[in-house]
T-cell receptor, first 111, second 115 residues
């Protein structure tokens, strides 16, 4: 089993739709969780950090379920500019300073 | 603005010709990372430094070396690039992960082409 797993998609959704991505992680001792957005041929950019049960930033909501070991990202009112790959990243337990990446979920918002 | 800078943004080299990629940061972060990313794949960690302590991933080829002469700079040396080393190379930094808000910050990447 991979340490961090995501559905690779692609998710093709119309403008204005709500879309949700899930990410599961295998190490129950993981402490920090992040969603990054990566555009084609660009670097990953931090979208949201998830430190407790979840948080919201405008149209984006991230949730953490420690019991089931998954993180979700909800995007409401999708825009064309939301088209990108969304990477789930988990900080490995303290002492190793490593971040484990999922393979990413590709989103395409259609006009 | 505090940031992570990578140079060059695009590098073309010949098969077997050594190449050095550079990364600098103004964030004063303890940890610096080098990742290799190929098309449609997740970034793959090559190695990282916590201050001057070097940590190599078990599956990083010997062909890849790194130097961190001071807090701000980190270099990736590819001693004998092969065609399979063509990729985007990403540098990232983070604060001490023992602290809160330990996000990684990425540079814009160097795209390496091997002819």
């Amino acid at each position: 089993r991979k340490e961090v797993e995501q559905d690779p998609g692609p998710f093709n959704v119309p403008e204005g739709a709500t879309v949700a991505f899930n990410c599961t992680y295998s190490n129950s001792a993981s402490q920090s969780f992040f969603w990054y957005r990566q555009d084609c041929r660009k670097e990953p950019k931090l979208l949201m950090s998830v430190y407790s049960s979840g948080n919201e930033d405008g149209r984006f909501t991230a949730q953490l379920n420690r019991a089931s070991q998954y993180i979700s990202l909800l995007i409401r009112d999708s825009k064309l500019s939301d088209s990108a790959t969304y990477l789930c990243v988990v900080n490995s337990p303290s002492g190793t300073y490593k971040y484990i990446f999922g393979t990413g979920t590709r989103l395409k918002v259609l006009a | 603005d505090a940031m992570v800078i990578q140079n060059p943004r695009y590098q073309v080299t010949q098969f077997g010709k050594p190449v050095t990629l550079s990364c600098s940061q103004t964030l004063n972060h303890n940890v610096m990372y080098w990742y290799q990313q190929k098309s449609s794949q997740a970034p793959k960690l090559l190695f990282h430094y916590y201050d001057k302590d070097f940590n190599n991933e078990a599956d990083t080829p010997d062909n890849f070396q790194s130097r961190r002469p001071n807090t701000s700079f980190c270099f990736l040396d590819i001693r004998s690039p092969g065609l399979g080393d063509a990729a985007m190379y990403l540098c990232a930094t983070s604060r001490d992960p023992g602290l809160s808000y330990n996000e990684q910050f990425f540079g814009p990447g160097t795209r390496l082409t091997v002819l």
